[in-house]
């Protein structure tokens, strides 16, 4: 099935890929100016189901890399996202079939549709993740055997890098270095594979859940009704705790954004859920007691509008509600814990949602 | 007119090569050895005049990037330097007609040979600089236009890199970052240029008069002659001291070689010369007293042997003579002040050797 992204619906999908993002991803606002830009210049994208991508067919994903707290200064346009898909496809020798997303984001679920407008090419209805990740090598084109690289680093004045490396680790680490000197911001289009390799290595349908997940905040705050649970139930997940933010520690770090927030609970009951992250929330501890760890979801969003609070978006005296919820069912196999489970992040403890997961 | 470079000719090129680094462009034992192993397993390499070139034919340099400090520890193999010039060839789809050196020195005019060997191709009698400098943007190709990329990185692992910058400084930001993930060490291929370009890019026949440096120390020697003074007379160039390394501060910093020597003078005179490194040495003070300044030629040779020493092989105690000689007049031009000259590397000091330049 092929339905059209016009303007009126990057409203919602932003709104929900922020959420989905897990406080990384890229600001929705400024990811939806790009896309709405481009839509307006270019027309609607068609957003096509994975079944009808043809298995020869050539895809490109695309997406921001860097430090989201960068990211809302250092804007990206759309151009030099266009620039990455063109590269690569042109040092593949390959032609641009299809655009998918690396990630979901607030940013990375709008960029790819920006590119796909301005190429007037199909994006494809799902992404490499389900959710966004800081490293590259965290994805399930990997778990698949798809290779990171050939892969393409560009910025906003026009420098333009090709990698070819033994290793996704190694694209990780060379692309890192290449966007911390571009300013810590820079697009990436890598993991170029083949239609069959993209019906394996997506969450499929992730970016009509992002539009359902915006509507769903909209329709329950006009309601009056409970966001935090609405959301809940709808990703199968828990409510960790309403409250307020009491203090966030962060900086930008190794081209991360990196940091912990804590928020003390609404109605006195003293207690204290604490958040680390690295661009994305990545542990909640609740009084000392990991609740949440990755590949769990760990979403926040004001308590009142249901709008996502991403890691760089976190203030003191926010009211907010904090949520965990299952992740892909691929992310708690032992390929996608040893990719992305607690361990790699230096965290002593466990996932709590694999049980719901699907 | 065009020689042939045998395995036996390495050795004095290599001797003479490392004595016009300047400090810097590697190791000549460890270049020749791959020199050697390329002539041996693949025939003698054509070393032809920049007359003999066509205007239009295309010309790839080839060199090594980082600090030598590793590059004697970590050894670069001509497989990765050939690989460096393939890619770029291939990204350019431009045949591989010419191979030069990016620079003189005792590994950066030896691994030309290689790649020219094993690829079958000759080798231009010249090289960009007519010495080494630590930083890529430092090149008389700059100088006419040329860019520097699309270039390219390679290691000893198999990862690799094409750039496309807006500038030479950015060249040389992207590569120095991607350099030092490497390990502190790779191949670059950059600046490819035309025959035209070539004829006004090089110093002409310099590896023609590293050959005669390399000769004229042996003969000099053999005739227990003063091989300080012989090669000062050879370079238009003065004998700065003679003496004994009192004292050595050298760190791998950024990606270079970094560091100053105390050389002591013989017979009882308390004269101290102070030499300042980047990779190359850059700066000679004699009791506080600038008496050469990047661009002029600054070289150490064991007092003897004749022995090139290199930044990295500067060593407490060693008996030294130590030289400065003009440059290539192109680089006492305001263009070429300005890229390489004291200023730029933050000394407050004037090059002296300007007047004897051609």
């Given at each position: 099935m092929t339905v059209q992204i016009t303007r009126e619906q990057l409203k919602p999908l932003a709104a929900g890929a922020a959420i989905l993002g897990c406080g990384g991803g890229g600001d929705p606002y400024i990811g939806r100016l790009v896309a709405e830009a481009a839509i307006d210049a270019h027309g609607p994208v068609a957003l096509v189901d994975l079944?009808?991508?043809?298995?020869d067919a050539s895809v490109f994903p695309v997406a921001g890399m860097g430090a989201p707290t960068v990211g809302i200064e250092k804007l990206a346009a759309t151009g030099q996202a266009v620039s990455a898909v063109q590269l690569l496809a042109k040092h593949l020798g390959r032609p641009i079939d299809y655009i998918t997303c690396g990630e979901v984001g607030g940013g990375n679920s709008m960029v790819p549709i920006a590119v796909a407008a301005e190429l007037g090419v199909p994006l494809i209805n799902g992404d490499g993740m389900g959710r966004a990740f800081p490293e590259l090598q965290m994805g399930l084109a990997p778990m698949i055997g798809v290779s990171a690289t050939p892969m393409s680093v560009t910025d906003e004045k026009g420098n333009r890098a090709i990698l070819e490396t033994i290793s996704s680790r190694w694209a990780e680490w060379l692309a890192r270095d290449v966007t911390i000197e571009m300013g810590t911001s820079s697009t990436i289009s890598l993991y170029p594979m083949t239609g069959e390799q993209a019906k394996r290595a997506h969450v499929r349908g992730s970016l009509s859940l992002c539009t359902l997940l915006g509507e769903l905040v909209d329709s329950t705050r006009a309601a009056h009704g409970d966001i935090g649970a609405a959301l809940a139930e709808e990703l199968r997940g828990v409510r960790l705790l309403g409250g307020k933010v009491a203090d966030v520690e962060r900086r930008t770090q190794t081209g991360f954004a990196r940091g912990n927030a804590r928020i003390v609970a609404d109605g006195g009951s003293c207690e204290e859920l604490v958040i680390s992250f690295q661009n994305e929330y990545l542990l909640a501890e609740l009084d000392g007691r990991a609740v949440a760890a990755t590949p769990d979801l760990i979403m926040l969003i004001?308590?009142?509008?249901?709008t996502a609070i991403t890691g760089e978006s976190l203030r003191y005296g926010q009211r907010v509600t904090a949520l965990a919820a299952p992740a892909d069912a691929r992310w708690y196999s032992p390929e996608g814990l040893e990719l992305v489970g607690p361990e790699y992040f230096g965290y002593d403890a466990e996932p709590t949602m694999a049980g719901a997961a699907r």
């Open positions: 079944d009808d991508v043809p298995d004001e308590s009142d509008t249901g």
